[in-house]
């Protein structure tokens, strides 16, 4: 793979350890205390319902920080909202390692949800001004990508720490990730793209994330619908497969080997994403997620041996893997040049209520229903969502727009 540059002398490689050195320390602290979170609260006496409550404590947290992170990082700028995010992740984590009851550890676990939205922002914010239209979705998608290798790295660090010290211990790695995360930071050119001068010279007022959502609600309405269906399809994955792979008899063993190699699948696959988006348009990447991930959904009902469960299980994880960087592309894509941050914050929200919205989906339709009947259901959503990205894409790509600038709002 050659030098990744610009025309304008924009280099991937040349910003790679302050752009996502950051990021990368501190999903490596994500990926070792999300498996313990729940183990945690179970040795501070929680019953199996409430530890279950634990490990959706963060996801609400970040859900609703994700806008005021979005202002934060546009009022203190990149460089020192990921200065601020990683030292005070890496107080919730120590908070979160000697917590003495489960209040204390729920307060830990949810002061760690906004540190990870600003984590991701301040990035997105800095690549989105910086890297240029014909680099941006790969800039996007490796950074998508590098928070995946944390994730995955993250639990076999942890493992050893949690072998000789318990399930506690595991914090003591996102502390360190955390500081390490700030310290970088710190120490790092400061990349931050800030806001432009006002006709007086003096830096433009920020502008409300009212405002900024009525200035942009045409994108937010069309292709900010397609990313809700995104994010439904790819966390009602991680939810139907490993419930359907019980139904059908397979052990706990076979159900991580399954996910295993669908994870392996989406490692590999980030940057070629990303080098699809900026050669061939988002388009090419935004349909073939969502019809693997749909059409995935719609036939793991009709599987029951473990090759048929993981064949099913790796062709999403080629559709979720081509799809690393897709939302954060299409975000930057349509952000505006003023009140940039927050509107990727929104942006961000939208991402989540997909995300988050998928067990509530899937649990309400299995209850009603069955298990396989939500599984299409969910699908033919996800497919739903392709086709309406279709519609609504192309005129916010700006690799198939003939002016090359930005769609009117």
């Known amino acids: 793979m050659g030098e990744p540059s610009g025309a304008d002398g ?29 183990l945690s609260a179970r040795a501070l006496g ?57 209040w204390v550890l729920a307060v830990a676990v949810a002061l760690s949800g906004p540190t990870g939205a600003v984590f ?24 998508g990508g590098v928070g995946r290798v944390g994730m995955f790295v993250g639990p076999f660090l942890a493992a050893p720490v949690v072998g000789v010290w318990g ?65 439904l399809a790819r966390s009602s994955r991680v939810v139907v497969v490993p419930l359907w792979a019980e139904h059908v008899g397979l052990s706990a063993a076979q159900t991580a080997l399954v996910f295993g190699a669908a994870g392996l699948v989406e490692v590999l696959l980030f940057y070629p994403a990303g080098s699809i988006m900026d050669r061939r348009g988002r388009v090419w990447v935004a349909l073939p997620v969502t019809v693997l991930l749909g059409l995935g959904l719609v ?48 942006w961000r929200l939208l991402s989540l209520l997909g995300h988050n919205g998928a067990a509530l989906v899937v649990g309400a339709l299995t209850a009603v229903v069955s298990l396989g009947a939500a599984s299409v259901v969910v699908g033919v959503l996800t497919l739903a969502g392709g086709a309406w990205l279709l519609r609504w894409l192309p005129r916010h790509d700006p690799r198939r727009r003939p002016s090359g600038g930005r769609a009117p709002g």
């Not at 009022?75 to 919730?92: I, T």
């Not at 991701?120 to 950074?143: D, V």
């Open 299 to 346: 036939v793991l009902p009709l599987t029951s041996t473990l090759v048929a469960v993981g064949a099913v299980a790796v062709v999403m994880g080629v559709g979720n893997g081509l799809g690393s960087g897709i939302v954060m592309t299409l975000g930057a894509d349509a952000a505006p040049v003023e009140g940039r941050a927050p509107f990727l914050g929104v």
């Open 120 to 143: 991701l922002l301040a990035r997105q914010s800095y690549l989105t001004a910086a890297a240029p239209e014909s680099m941006r979705a790969r800039a996007m998608s490796t950074l």
């Open 10 to 38: 924009f280099s991937l490689r040349r910003i790679a350890v302050p752009a996502f050195g950051p990021t990368a320390l501190w999903s490596v602290g994500l990926g070792a205390t999300m498996p313990v979170v729940a």
């Open 167 to 231: 399930p506690q211990a595991a914090f003591g790695i996102a502390v360190v990730a955390g500081l390490a995360a700030a310290a970088l930071a710190w120490s790092s050119p400061d990349l931050g793209v800030h806001r432009g001068k006002g006709s007086d010279g003096a830096p433009a007022a920020p502008i409300p994330v009212r405002e900024v959502v009525r200035r942009n609600r045409a994108v937010l309405l069309t292709v900010g619908v397609g990313v809700l269906a995104i994010g």
């Open 46 to 102: 929680a019953s199996v319902a409430v530890a279950a409550l634990f490990v959706g404590i963060n996801t609400v947290s970040e859900l609703l920080s994700a806008v005021p992170s979005g202002v934060l990082v546009e009022r203190m700028g990149e460089r020192r909202a990921l200065v601020l995010a990683g030292v005070a992740d890496a107080a919730a984590a120590a908070l979160a390692m000697v917590a003495p009851s489960l």
